[in-house]
């Protein structure tokens, strides 16, 4: 739950940045996430789960 509460922070604080700094336009923003809604209801979204968590566990093993 931790994880993905720090992720979805995480995400909107990135969407917040692009939209105000970044060009990116509202309408672009809503259709993603109404993306990502749609296929948390699909047989993709335990593979979508599988491959975020894999990327943060690969990015917190890097030592910079």
Do not use: D, E
């Not at 259709?31 to 296929?39: D, P, V």
């Not at 948390?40 to 030592?63: C, D, K």
Request: glycine letters at 8%.
């Amino acid at each position: 739950m931790t994880l993905h509460l720090s992720l979805v922070v995480a995400l909107t604080v990135i969407v917040c940045l692009l939209v105000r700094r970044g060009g990116l336009k509202i309408g672009h923003a809503v259709a993603a996430t109404l993306l990502g809604f749609y296929l948390q209801g699909t047989s993709l979204a335990p593979s979508i789960s599988q491959f975020a968590q894999s990327v943060i566990t690969a990015s917190n093993s890097l030592r910079l």
